[in-house]
């Protein structure tokens, strides 16, 4: 925090600290970091400095700050390599009072930071949805291997198709395909194109080891033991 008043004015670094430290939306920043983040902050004494806060005979330094609350926040070192120093939140909100720029240039960066975040998990989630879509090919494969005789007819073909499906929309989301279409008429696409990062992940990988089940001629009931238990 030296450092940062010294942008300001490098001969009253203290004065700087302290005309901050006065300040009743400071008190309440500082106070609230202690409250979240020590559980021996002294509430009684930080209120009463909030109380204090606005008039014109009121001071506040960081030592004064420290042994009145307990704060951790913000230290202050004596001595020629002393100084304030605080933590990094403290001193966001610090440079921040100093100068507008930094407070814009911070407000930038964390909405750039956010929308990467956005686009990432947005990303991750399109794998997920296409990796899902793969195994159901697999999966469908599989089906039509080892569940439906040659001489079926499409209709009763997709009600075979269908209850396999649902065998692990059940599993997963509690709820077969029709009955969330008939939840949710306004929306488009089908259940799966609503599930979290984390449900399309399961269902990956309970498509795979459904097709693998087929393929080893599990019965239904064994089959549906071990969905249920691989998606626990």
């Known amino acids: 925090?030296?450092?940062?008043?010294?942008?300001?004015?490098?001969?009253?670094?203290?004065?700087?600290?302290?005309?901050?430290?006065?300040?009743?939306?400071?008190?309440?920043?500082?106070?609230?970091w202690e409250m979240i983040h020590n559980s021996d902050f002294k509430r009684i004494e930080f209120d009463a400095f909030k109380n204090q806060a606005g008039l014109n005979s009121f001071s506040l330094t960081p030592q004064r700050w420290i042994q009145n609350t307990n704060a951790v926040g913000i230290i202050s070192k004596p001595?020629?390599?002393?100084?304030?120093?605080?933590?990094?939140?403290?001193?966001?909100e610090f440079a921040s009072w100093i100068s507008a720029e930094f407070k814009l240039y911070l407000l930038k960066e964390f909405q750039r930071l956010k929308e990467e975040e956005g686009k990432s998990k947005s990303l991750e989630w399109n794998l997920q949805r296409t990796l899902?879509?793969?195994n159901y090919k697999i999966h469908t494969d599989a089906i039509?291997?080892?569940?439906?005789?040659?001489?079926?007819?499409?209709?009763?073909?997709?009600?075979?198709?269908?209850?396999?499906?649902?065998?692990?929309?059940?599993?997963?989301?509690?709820?077969?395909?029709?009955?969330?279409?008939?939840?949710?008429?306004?929306?488009?696409?089908?259940?799966?194109?609503?599930?979290?990062?984390?449900?399309?992940?399961?269902?990956?990988?309970?498509?795979?080891?459904?097709?693998?089940?087929?393929?080893?001629?599990?019965?239904?009931?064994?089959?549906?033991t071990n969905i249920e238990r691989n998606c626990n």
């Open 1 to 32: 925090m030296t450092d940062i008043a010294k942008s300001k004015d490098s001969t009253r670094t203290n004065y700087i600290i302290q005309n901050w430290m006065r300040n009743r939306n400071t008190i309440e920043f500082i106070g609230l």
């Open 79 to 92: 001595g020629r390599y002393g100084g304030t120093f605080a933590h990094q939140d403290i001193a966001f």
């Open 132 to 134: 899902s879509k793969i």
């Open 144 to 224: 039509k291997e080892h569940l439906i005789p040659p001489k079926v007819n499409k209709e009763k073909s997709n009600t075979i198709y269908a209850s396999e499906a649902d065998l692990l929309n059940v599993a997963l989301f509690g709820i077969t395909a029709k009955e969330w279409r008939n939840d949710n008429p306004e929306r488009k696409g089908n259940i799966r194109d609503y599930a979290s990062l984390e449900q399309l992940v399961v269902l990956s990988n309970l498509e795979s080891l459904n097709s693998v089940l087929k393929k080893t001629g599990t019965n239904s009931k064994e089959k549906t």
